[in-house]
T-cell receptor
């Protein structure tokens, strides 16, 4: 069974730009969650999509947004990038029904200069 | 709000020297606890799910246990390839929070040959 894939793996952007990250979940999984990982804050929950609807959102500004398509693939967008947005962005997929485990992709390393 | 605390922050072991990592949590009601392993620059790799106090799970040199307030990850006769950051996480409460995991800060394990 193929794992979670994320593209691109690396990105370098300039302050003020916007960026879109993509995540393809494990086949059959309907939930995609996004996390930001930094050395200082660790892994923090951004938001989760289930069946094309945002089901939960973490404490991040509105510059962070996402969407999910009918095939469960998900995208995350960050507008007006700030230096502090430099991080490893991880997506995770799960069945989405009940308290089941999440399976993570390799992440997208975003560097904002 | 759910809180997860891991200790120690870092642990150095000699090959073959067994030890334990701790994960304590404060949640409104135990809904499960997950252990992950993360190698540098990669996404977390799922290890175990524990749902009930007293439950134990094993995989190779790793054994995870759960009490009402904490979980332990026991590492028996570790090898250098066990070096990684070990993370524990708890899921959010309620159906709309299935996809939200709250993570601890992790324990960085280094095993010297």
């Amino acid at each position: 069974k193929a794992g979670v894939t994320q593209t691109p793996r690396y990105l370098i952007k300039t302050r003020g730009q916007q960026v879109t990250l993509s995540c393809s979940p494990i086949s059959g999984h309907r939930s995609v969650s996004w996390y930001q990982q930094t050395p200082g804050q660790g892994l923090q929950f951004l938001f989760e999509y289930f069946s094309e609807t945002q089901r939960n959102k973490g404490n991040f500004p509105g510059r962070f947004s996402g969407r999910q398509f009918s095939n469960s693939r998900s995208e995350m967008n960050v507008s007006t990038l700030e230096l502090g947005d430099s991080a490893l962005y991880l997506c995770a997929s799960s069945l989405g029904t009940g308290y089941g485990e999440q399976y993570f992709g390799p992440g997208t390393r975003l560097t904002v200069t | 709000e759910d809180q997860v605390t891991q200790s120690p922050e870092a642990l150095r072991l000699q090959e073959g020297e067994s030890s334990s990592l701790n994960c304590s949590y404060t949640v409104s009601g135990l809904r499960g606890l997950f252990w992950y392993r993360q190698d540098p620059g990669k996404g977390p790799e799922f290890l175990f799910t524990l749902y009930s106090a007293g439950e134990e799970k094993e995989k190779e040199r790793l054994k995870a246990t759960l009490t009402k307030k904490e979980s332990f990850l026991h590492i028996t006769a570790p090898k250098p390839e066990d070096s990684a950051t070990y993370l524990c996480a708890v899921p959010g409460a309620g159906g709309t929070s299935y996809g939200k995991l709250t993570f601890g800060q992790g324990t960085i394990l280094t095993v010297h040959p």
